[in-house]
Structure formats: structure tokens, C-alpha cells
Nanobody, 120 residues
């Protein structure tokens, strides 16, 4: 059974930090690109950051560049999102996503999400 389990969300004051984790099981984690995607009631789904299967290439949405860092540990089947200098507009449910494209087949898995609230 494929599982992606996020943790690390919570309430933090503006300027604070959180580290999200996503533990994967049931598939070949090291073969998948991993992403963090967030959702707010007003803006819908927004892709935040991605990391390739080997962990040597990362990308970010402009609004989090310089504040968030994505990383992965393929030995632990876990992807992380270090979030610093948090702003109220970062408030959202953060989802972990795994995807892989093989010929014409797309493999796409999602976690259940973890709430991040940035508020004083």
C-alpha cells in the first residue's frame, strides 16, 4: 500500500520556522520526484517546491525562494521542507506529492496534508 505521511505542521508566529517531513512507503521512493504543494481556501492548490529523485536538483515558487529549503533522504524514504521567515500568507495545508513518468504511464501519489498556520 502506498503511503505518504506528512508531519511537522502547526501554529507559528510570523518570522518563525517549521520543518515539515513526509515519510513514504509502498513504492520505490528513490525513483520519484517529490513535491510540496499547498492549498488555501482563497488561492486553491499552489505548487511550492520540488526535488528530483537523486536530490541534486531543486526548484521553488518565487514567493518562497530564499526562505524554504527542500531536501530528501532516500535511505529514510523521507522528504523535508524547512520553512524559515514564515509569513501569514504561508498559511495553508501542505501536501506531499510523489510522481514519476515512465513511457506513457504516470504514477502520482499524495499525502493527507498537514496544516501550517502563521499568525501572531
Amino acid at each position: 500500500e502506498v503511503q505518504l505521511v506528512e508531519s511537522g505542521g502547526g501554529l507559528v508566529q510570523p518570522g518563525g520556522s517549521l520543518r515539515l517531513s513526509c515519510a513514504a512507503s509502498g513504492f520505490s521512493f528513490s525513483s520519484y520526484t517529490m513535491n510540496w504543494v499547498r492549498q488555501t481556501p482563497g488561492k486553491g492548490l499552489e505548487w511550492v517546491s520540488g526535488i528530483n529523485s537523486g536530490g541534486d536538483s531543486t526548484t521553488y515558487v518565487d514567493s518562497v525562494k530564499g526562505r524554504f529549503t527542500i531536501s530528501r533522504d532516500n535511505a529514510k524514504n523521507t522528504v523535508y521542507l524547512q520553512m524559515n521567515s514564515l509569513k501569514p500568507e504561508d498559511t495553508a495545508v501542505y501536501y506531499c506529492n510523489a510522481n514519476r513518468y515512465e513511457l506513457s504511464q504516470v504514477y502520482d501519489y499524495w499525502g493527507q496534508g498537514t496544516q501550517v498556520t502563521v499568525s501572531s
